[in-house]
């Protein structure tokens, strides 16, 4: 059974601290995904990545930096929380190199509720 | 600009209903989209899929119909079940991988 983990349900830190939110998968995935879903915004794309060491932008990635040293994980990394920085935060990891098959279906972890006080 | 958009952000139907969401999109790059469903407190999961070379997809109770001259692509639930209660969302991707997501519909199936 595809499995997408993230290392905290819920996190509550101070402005100014940093934050390390790590995401795993098990399925040998070549991509992975973190995003922030806020109400009426939807998901948007912080950072992506299509293998080890790489990382692209994603439409918000102000204020956060990525790290992935190993295929099965995907670190998200908050320099210096702010309070606008309060969100739901979810990974996820799909399947296929470049192309067509880089489409398809991403698979979720259950999400890390962040909270910047 | 919002480039996938969910115009209707709640949906009421009763049990054995058809339950029809609704999402339109603007970028004329967008070649593959995709359905999720999302309960509370879990990630989005997988629901189904069309390329833009397909008009109709179909899988159970759940079918994608793409018009792309009218940039619009909608999900038709049928029979709806109580179960099926929970937040939709459309998802647009293009050859780059990106998926760019709707803000979502929340539906509610009445019993």
């Known amino acids: 059974d595809v499995k997408v983990t993230q290392s905290s349900r819920y996190l509550v830190k101070r402005t100014g601290e940093k934050v390390f939110l790590e995401c795993v998968q098990d399925m040998d995935h070549e991509n992975m995904f973190w995003y922030r879903q806020d109400p009426g915004l939807g998901l948007r794309l912080i950072y992506f990545s299509y293998d080890v060491k790489m990382k692209e932008k994603g439409d918000i990635p102000e204020g956060y930096s990525v790290s992935r040293e190993k295929k099965e994980r995907f670190s998200l990394i908050l320099e210096s929380a702010s309070t606008n920085q309060t969100s739901m935060y979810l990974c996820?990891?799909?399947?296929?190199?470049?192309?067509?098959?880089?489409?398809?279906?991403?698979?979720f972890g259950p999400g890390t509720r962040l909270t910047v006080t | 600009d919002q480039q996938v958009k969910q115009n209707s952000p709640s949906l009421s139907v009763q049990e054995g209903r058809i339950s029809i969401l609704n999402c339109d999109y603007t970028n004329s790059m967008f070649d593959y989209f995709l359905w999720y469903k999302k309960y509370p407190a879990e990630g989005p999961t997988f629901l189904i899929s069309?390329?833009?070379?397909?008009d109709k997809n179909e899988d159970g109770r759940f079918t994608v119909f793409l018009n792309k001259s009218a940039k619009h692509l909608s999900l038709h639930i049928v029979p709806s079940q109580p179960g099926d209660s929970a937040v939709y969302f459309c998802a647009a991707t293009t050859n780059a991988g990106k998926s760019t997501f709707g803000d979502g519909t929340t539906l509610t199936v009445k019993p």
């Open positions: 996820a990891s799909s399947s296929g190199t470049s192309g067509s098959s880089v489409r398809g279906e991403q698979y």
């Open positions: 069309i390329s833009s070379i397909k």
